[in-house]
């Protein structure tokens, strides 16, 4: 273990920056990581979050799972410890997306096998230029995990997803995003600054209709019309009748900017 933490989060005017900080092994998942991601993800689920920045210390965003670390287990014991490391990403993953707080990705250099499924799994994925993706599971002989079977197919179609998990071929990131796969790409000197807007302005918005939407589409995703109907239907009853639904719309009656930071006088 290493003497600093494999990831941080500080938060400030309600945002989280959660920060994966294994420059050295462009932020390869081993258990720590994976764990140190697992807590991140629990303290952004606390009232005064309203937004999550997720990065990569250095040069890259995340290289995937740490194969020297991998390697250094055998038999039952690699299965045990892969184990540990899956359930820890795969709780952080889990939380990340049943939070309210919008969840925004920086992404630079190079993305790949979990790494891909970190940065698809956020709702705005903003990529540096230089930023390259690749799969490599079925390269070394694993499969999938992270959830790149899950997004990848609703993101891309079932053809294309298969496309890139069986091929492991490369792409850059003005592919990524005409696939799809990302939201934005920007030149690498403005991807930490744009970020930063991208996600302070999402902290100043309505929260708890951020998190409804996200759980709509997520739910979508998977089910029928007309479930998804009475969903919407229920939500937006809801959302309409709470502290953010009745300033939103006295704001725009009001023809003035909606205030839906909490006051000091209220809770964080």
């Not at 670390?69 to 990340?96: I, M, P, Q, W």
């Not at 919407?232 to 009656?253: K, W």
């Amino acid at each position: 273990m290493s003497a600093l933490p494999a990831v941080t989060v500080e938060v400030e005017d309600h945002v989280a920056h959660v920060v994966m900080r294994r420059a050295a092994r462009g932020n390869a998942i081993d258990l720590e990581l994976a764990r140190g991601l697992r807590t991140a993800a629990r303290r952004c689920l606390d009232e005064d979050v309203r937004a999550v920045l997720l990065r990569g210390e250095g040069r890259s965003f995340c290289v995937g799972g740490d194969l020297r670390e991998f390697s250094s287990f055998h038999g039952d014991a690699l299965k045990e410890h892969l184990n540990e490391v899956t359930d820890a990403l795969h709780e952080a993953l889990r939380t990340f997306l049943a939070m309210d707080a919008p969840l925004v990705a920086e992404v630079r250099g190079a993305v790949a096998g979990a790494g891909v499924g970190l940065a698809t799994a956020a709702d705005l994925t903003i990529a540096s230029a230089d930023a390259t993706f690749v799969l490599a599971y079925t390269g070394i002989g694993y499969t999938p995990d992270a959830g790149t079977t899950w997004t990848l197919p609703r993101l891309l179609g079932p053809k294309r997803a298969l496309e890139l998990l069986l091929t492991n071929r490369r792409i850059s990131a003005p592919e990524a995003a005409d696939l799809g796969l990302v939201t934005a790409v920007v030149d690498p000197g403005r991807l930490q600054e744009e970020t930063e807007r991208v996600t302070a302005t999402l902290a100043e918005g309505a929260t708890r209709a951020f998190g409804a939407t996200r759980r709509l589409v997520l739910a979508g995703l998977s089910g029928g019309l007309d479930a998804q109907l009475d969903r919407e239907a229920r939500s937006v009853a809801e959302a309409a009748a709470s502290p953010e639904g009745v300033e939103g719309v006295a704001a725009f009656l009001g023809k003035r900017p909606a205030q839906f930071l909490p006051t000091r006088s209220e809770p964080a």
